[in-house]
């Protein structure tokens, strides 16, 4: 249904004489991502101490922000290096469903993490029983699959549509607004589709987390602890700042009004939301978090007492 075999990204930046400082602090950000989610993700996953549903949640956040990264990355390098931004049309559009899988799941699993720090903060006592191994488990499953699903009813209508003859994407990476204009055919479906459904998810998780966010203040408030005040903000500081991060850029990026999009815009926000913030992520974690610092240190010390024996 379409003659389009291939589509061209305009890359990172139209200078190419700042090709090779962006390869360079790029591969610097890809380093660090990799090196720090790994960490955490081993981390959380192996210290008896942090077998916790908030650590669960997480090592299930440095897992995405792995491949979140990967998603789009490796295809700038290449542009970056060889000056070519072509993309086939099945990898285009496979790119675009890995983007959006792994985006919504994160927007779903900071909601989750806001009530789980709801739940440990104001029903303290039976925490234990409310947030389960069982039900930790069915939360990151669900929302796992509520991601791959919204993605892929993105993927499948937009192999729906007809691209004739402008295959020039707007953007470094094939994402749906980018790809939506360059199509021959009617996109209302589409467009109503990136409005009504990853909007819903944007806000909805959005008001969920300021909800939980909402009522643990109100209890805190209640006890009238200053000591308590410090410690809910101690605890909650990291979680706060990546929800800050997140739905700032994504609603940027999908909820501001098409007539006030630049691709300056556009290029700005998307390495922010893509490269940038899942760098800090393990850095927000490991800096503002003095049990994962503790663990780290004992996984230092564990690993140097190996090798003196």
Same mark, same amino acid.
């Given at each position: 249904?379409?003659?389009?075999?291939?589509?061209?990204?305009?890359?990172?930046?139209?200078?190419? &004489?700042? *090709?090779?400082?962006?390869?360079?602090? %790029?591969?610097?950000?890809?380093?660090?991502?990799? @090196?720090?989610?790994?960490?955490?993700?081993?981390?959380? $996953?192996?210290?008896?101490?942090?077998?916790?549903?908030?650590?669960?949640?997480?090592?299930?956040?440095?897992?995405?922000?792995?491949?979140?990264?990967?998603? +789009?990355?490796?295809?700038?390098?290449?542009?970056?290096?060889?000056?070519?931004?072509?993309?086939? /049309?099945?990898?285009?559009?496979?790119?675009?469903?890995? %983007?959006?899988?792994?985006?919504?799941?994160? =927007?779903?699993?900071?909601?989750?993490?806001? *009530?789980?720090?709801? !739940?440990?903060?104001?029903?303290?006592?039976? *925490?234990?029983?409310?947030?389960?191994?069982q039900l930790r488990w069915t939360l990151a499953t669900?929302?796992?699959?509520?991601?791959?699903?919204?993605? $892929?009813?993105?993927?499948?209508?937009?192999?729906?549509?007809?691209?004739?003859?402008?295959?020039?994407? &707007?953007?470094?990476?094939?994402?749906?607004?980018?790809?939506? =204009?360059?199509?021959?055919?009617?996109?209302?479906?589409?467009? =109503?589709? $990136?409005?009504?459904?990853?909007?819903?998810?944007?806000? @909805?998780?959005?008001?969920?987390?300021?909800?939980?966010?909402?009522?643990?203040l109100r209890a805190v408030v209640a006890m009238r602890?200053? &000591? @308590?005040?410090?410690? +809910?903000?101690?605890?909650?500081? #990291?979680? !706060?700042?990546?929800?800050?991060?997140? *739905?700032?850029?994504?609603? #940027?990026?999908?909820?501001?009004?098409?007539?006030?999009?630049?691709?300056?815009?556009?290029?700005?926000?998307?390495?922010? /939301? +893509?490269?940038?913030?899942?760098?800090l992520n393990p850095l927000i974690y490991t800096l503002?978090?003095? &049990?994962?610092?503790?663990? $780290?240190?004992?996984?230092?010390?564990?690993? =140097?007492?190996?090798?003196?024996?």
């Open positions: 249904r379409t003659s389009v075999t291939e589509f061209i990204l305009i890359g990172v930046s139209d200078a190419r &004489e700042l *090709y090779g400082p962006l390869f360079g602090l %790029f591969l610097l950000l890809y380093i660090a991502n990799i @090196g720090g989610n790994l960490v955490v993700a081993t981390v959380t $996953l192996w210290d008896p101490h942090l077998q916790t549903p908030m650590y669960f949640f997480i090592g299930n956040l440095a897992f995405i922000d792995i491949f979140y990264f990967s998603t +789009t990355v490796p295809k700038m390098f290449m542009g970056l290096v060889s000056h070519s931004n072509h993309i086939p /049309y099945a990898s285009c559009i496979s790119q675009m469903f890995f %983007f959006h899988f792994l985006g919504s799941t994160e =927007a779903m699993l900071l909601a989750i993490m806001g *009530y789980d720090r709801y !739940l440990a903060i104001c029903r303290p006592l039976r *925490y234990p029983i409310l947030m389960s191994r669900s929302v796992w699959t509520a991601g791959f699903f919204h993605s $892929l009813l993105h993927a499948v209508m937009m192999s729906r549509l007809s691209f004739c003859q402008d295959n020039r994407v &707007e953007h470094f990476f094939c994402d749906i607004s980018p790809l939506l =204009a360059l199509s021959c055919s009617d996109t209302g479906i589409n467009q =109503a589709l $990136l409005l009504g459904v990853t909007g819903s998810i944007i806000m @909805g998780c959005f008001a969920l987390t300021l909800m939980s966010y909402g009522l643990i602890s200053a &000591e @308590g005040l410090r410690r +809910t903000f101690s605890t909650c500081g #990291a979680h !706060l700042t990546v929800v800050a991060l997140h *739905y700032g850029c994504a609603g #940027a990026m999908y909820l501001r009004p098409h007539s006030e999009s630049s691709l300056e815009t556009d290029r700005a926000v998307t390495v922010l /939301y +893509t490269a940038v913030t899942p760098v503002r978090n003095k &049990e994962v610092k503790a663990a $780290l240190r004992r996984a230092i010390s564990g690993n =140097a007492r190996c090798q003196r024996g």
